[in-house]
């Protein structure tokens, strides 16, 4: 179980919204709310611009306060505008063109012979989504700072760092993203050590999905050199726990802990995307990598269904199930951080302004831990050695032009994005590729892109 502790007094009357009825994020964050505490004054706003998954998550949430006897009002609107009257924080976790936009740069990829792992970081599936998602969070942004230019902006959807970076950018808000990838450390080495989460202090740098623990401190003593045996040692693997318990194995970061002297945050499919080692055909099936498989002749996808565990939690019988247990996700402790002043310290992902990384270009979004409380961040700067830092400096320079082919229909800082990519490896495909993207992806793309 997830350590927590409980809040004292109150965050006041706030109205936090979240933008895109997440059937993954939004009941684990009023979940984490209710048992910490502190937040029985507060108002939860659903939007989206579909009211079938708006009205099940906003059931949902309507239920677990029911259930829990909690002051916490839920609210719900199509309406934009209305839902950011009077904001004190907003949650984004949306999708531009959901599965069907997806799976069609998937096609592309294979029609070019590459991979996809995941489609949601690197590679150009990754490069599609930023294409078609980066101008319609900006103008949620923009909106955002316009009619609550005092709230905070916490960001779930991916690619995590494009999407907050260009958000951070182009407004004066607090945009913080969160992931549960780095954070997850803490649970999975204090596994490993057989310690508790609290005893576990971490050195990271990078950025979402491949961050570096370059430090660890187990109960006072630095155990760095200690990693690559310990986890060898150990049954202990990684946890996902968004909506059920999903184990990775961690080999390919102890492979990487090998070459590198630093601890990745993730590994399985989601490393693999920042590398061109492991997807080859050569690898893949012997490290067991899973990728995304096309299917021909395959119908339109529609609407994204729920989980059944959804309905089942919305309007089952039984009562919702494992309310006790705390998720991975911690946005009520940045929210309660931010309402209150009392600091709180987390694996973050926000523009390296403050030189959190050394050496890396300051509009870079990174993921780091600093220590928040209330709109100041604070945190101490890391030097990451040598070969890690040309790595992280080359990914951020990917997000870089992906952000300016995003927002500037920019083909040439797409193509130059796709030529330092680790997943492409014939750079006479890369235009024909782009322009394959732009074709299949018109629906969901702003017209720049036709002119």
Known sequence: MQEYEKNEGSAGRKRIVFIGASYKFVHKVLRDMLLVGGFDECELVVHDLDDTPMNLVADLLERIVAEQQSGIKVSRTLSREEALRGAEAVILSITTGGREADFRSFEVCAKYGIPVGVGDTLGPAALARNLREIPVVVEIAKDVERIAPEAVFLNFTNPMSCITGAMARATSLPVWGLCHSADELFNYFARVFGVRKSEVAMELGGVNHQSFVTKLVIDGEDRTKEILAATLASEAKLEDNLLATRQEEVRLQQ?????????????????????????????????????????????????????????????????????????????????????????????????????????????????????????????????????????????????????????????????????????????????????????????????????
């Not at 403050?354 to 961040?377: F, H, R, S």
């Not at 800082?413 to 299949?440: K, N, T």
């Open 255 to 451: 492979d990487v802990f090998r070459m590198l002297g630093a601890w990745p945050s993730t590994g399985d499919t989601h490393l693999a995307e920042f590398y061109e080692y492991f997807l080859t055909p050569r690898r893949r099936e012997q490290l067991g990598l899973h990728t995304r498989q096309i299917r021909p002749g395959r119908e339109r996808f529609g609407r994204t269904e729920p989980p059944e565990i959804i309905r089942e939690w919305a309007y089952g019988k039984e009562p919702v199930g494992d309310l006790h247990l705390m998720t991975t996700e911690h946005a009520h402790e940045l929210l309660w951080s931010y309402f209150t002043g009392e600091p709180y310290t987390r694996a973050l992902n926000l523009l390296n302004g403050g030189e959190y990384l050394k050496g890396i270009p300051k509009e870079a979004c990174v993921e780091v831990m600093v220590t928040v409380a209330g709109k100041q961040v604070k945190g101490e700067q890391i030097e990451l050695p040598t070969a890690v830092h040309s790595l992280v400096h080359r990914w951020v320079t990917i997000h870089e032009l992906s952000i300016r082919a995003a927002m500037e229909c920019d083909r040439e800082a797409a193509r130059q994005a796709l030529f330092l990519d680790p997943q492409v490896s014939d750079m006479y495909d890369i235009e024909p590729m782009l322009e394959d993207l732009i074709s299949a992806l018109e629906p969901w793309l702003v017209a720049g892109w036709s002119d």
